[in-house]
C-alpha cells in the first residue's frame, strides 16, 4: 500500500489524545514515506506540535468558534482540501462520524460501535478487555499491520523554553537532587477525586519520611484545593494554574514519583515513562484507561457492588457513600509509592 496523506482523528479528552501517539508512531513506522495529518481540538493541540512523526495539525474548535453547522461544513471543506488517502478515527461521536462520510476520503477506518459506524468502510471490533492504547493500535489491522509491528510509545515534546520554565522552577525553591514526588489531586469529575485531606496527609508524609518536594498539579480552578494541600509547607511547590501544557509536560518528565486520580495527567506521566501511582475510585482500570507502563500501581477498593458507576465517574456518588474513595488509606498509597522507590526511581531526565 502506498499512501501519500493519512488524517487520524482524536477531538477528545487529554488523556485519549495522549494515547492516540502510539497509533501515531505505528502508522509512521510502517509508512515512513506518508505525511500524517491529526485533526484535534485546539485545547489538545500541544500533544501533538513538536512530533516529528506529524507533518500538520488541523484544529477543530467544535466547542468554541467552530461550534454549529457552519463550523463543521468550514472544517469539512479543510479536510476535503487536504486530499487525504486515508482516514483512521479512534474518536466514535457522531459528529465525527458526519465528517467522514461527506469527507471523500476514500478509505475510512473506524470502530464498529462507532456511532453511524456505516460510514466506514473497514470497521474494527473494540475490544472492551484490552487497554485502549491496544483498541487503538488495532485500527490498524485492516492494513494489515500486526502486532508485531506495532509501537507502544507516546511521544510528548515540548521546546527548550519549558526547560528553562523547569529550571527556573527548581532554582527558585532550592530543590536539588532529593527525591521529587508529582501529585494531581484533581479530576474534572469530583468522585474520581481522592479526598484532598488525604493529598495532604500524603505529602507530608513524603517530606517526612522520604525527605521529598511535592510538586502539586492543576489548573487555575483547583488553585483553592492546592493552597490547602500545600499547607504553607516549604517542600510543597504549588504549580495548579502556573503551567501551560508544555510546561505540564516538562515538570512532569522530571519526576521521579507521580501519584494522581484518573486522569489525564496520569497518562502523561506514563508517556515520559515516570513510576506512577494511581488512585481509581469509580472507574476502574478494566475500562482500558489505567496505566499501561509496567513501573506503575494501581490503588483502588475492589468488591464494591457499586463500582463501576459509569464510564467517567460523576459528580456525587449515587449512594451516598462514596466508599470507593473513601475506604482507600493514606497509608495503602504511601505504601504503594514507596514500593516503586525501593525498586529504584527514575531520576530526572
Keep these: 500500500m502506498n499512501f501519500k496523506k493519512i488524517l487520524v482523528v482524536q477531538t477528545s479528552f487529554l488523556g485519549d489524545a495522549i494515547l492516540t ?14 505525511e500524517v495529518f491529526c485533526l484535534v481540538t485546539p485545547q489538545n493541540a500541544d500533544v501533538f506540535s513538536g512530533n516529528r512523526d506529524i507533518s500538520g495539525i488541523i484544529t477543530y474548535d467544535k466547542h468554541g468558534k467552530e461550534e454549529g453547522v457552519s463550523g463543521f461544513v468550514r472544517k469539512l471543506r479543510e479536510i476535503k482540501r487536504g486530499c487525504f488517502d486515508v482516514l483512521i478515527s479512534p474518536h466514535r461521536s457522531t459528529r465525527t462520524s458526519l465528517l467522514v462520510l461527506f469527507s471523500g ?84 469529575w469530583p468522585t474520581k477525586r481522592w479526598p484532598k485531606e488525604r493529598f495532604k496527609a500524603l505529602a507530608k508524609r513524603i517530606i517526612d519520611e522520604l525527605d ?98 459509569g464510564k467517567h465517574g460523576g459528580f456525587r456518588c449515587r449512594e451516598g457513600h462514596f466508599r470507593c474513595m473513601l475506604d482507600i488509606s493514606v497509608e495503602e498509597v504511601f505504601i504503594a509509592m514507596k514500593r516503586l522507590v525501593d525498586e529504584g526511581t527514575r531520576r530526572s531526565l
Excluded at 487503538?136 to 500486526?146: A, D, E
Design 21 to 34: 501517539l502510539p497509533l501515531i508512531k505505528s502508522i509512521k513506522r510502517n509508512f515512513p514515506k506518508a
Design 105 to 188: 476520503i476514500p478509505l475510512r477506518i473506524g470502530f464498529s460501535d462507532s456511532a453511524m459506524s456505516f460510514v466506514y468502510n473497514r470497521v474494527v471490533k473494540r475490544d472492551l478487555h484490552i487497554h485502549e492504547v491496544e483498541r487503538n493500535l488495532s485500527l490498524l489491522n485492516p492494513l494489515n499491520i500486526g502486532k508485531e509491528k506495532w509501537s507502544y510509545d507516546a511521544e510528548l515534546y515540548y521546546p527548550e523554553e519549558a526547560k528553562v520554565f523547569c529550571n527556573n522552577i527548581f532554582e527558585a525553591y532550592g530543590v536539588g537532587s532529593e527525591l521529587k514526588v508529582g501529585m494531581n489531586p484533581f479530576s474534572v
Design 212 to 309: 521529598g518536594w511535592v510538586f502539586i498539579f492543576g489548573l487555575e480552578r483547583d488553585r483553592e484545593e492546592a493552597s490547602f494541600i500545600e499547607g504553607g509547607e516549604k517542600r510543597i511547590i504549588n504549580l495548579a494554574g502556573r503551567t501551560k501544557l508544555k510546561e505540564l509536560f516538562c515538570m512532569v518528565s522530571q519526576m521521579d514519583i507521580f501519584i494522581t486520580n484518573d486522569s489525564g495527567p496520569m497518562h502523561i506521566a506514563c508517556a515520559y515513562n515516570v513510576p506512577t501511582v494511581a488512585i481509581f475510585g469509580p472507574t476502574v482500570p478494566e475500562f482500558g484507561f489505567s496505566p499501561w507502563r509496567k513501573r506503575c500501581a494501581v490503588v483502588e477498593r475492589k468488591g464494591l457492588k457499586c463500582r463501576p458507576c
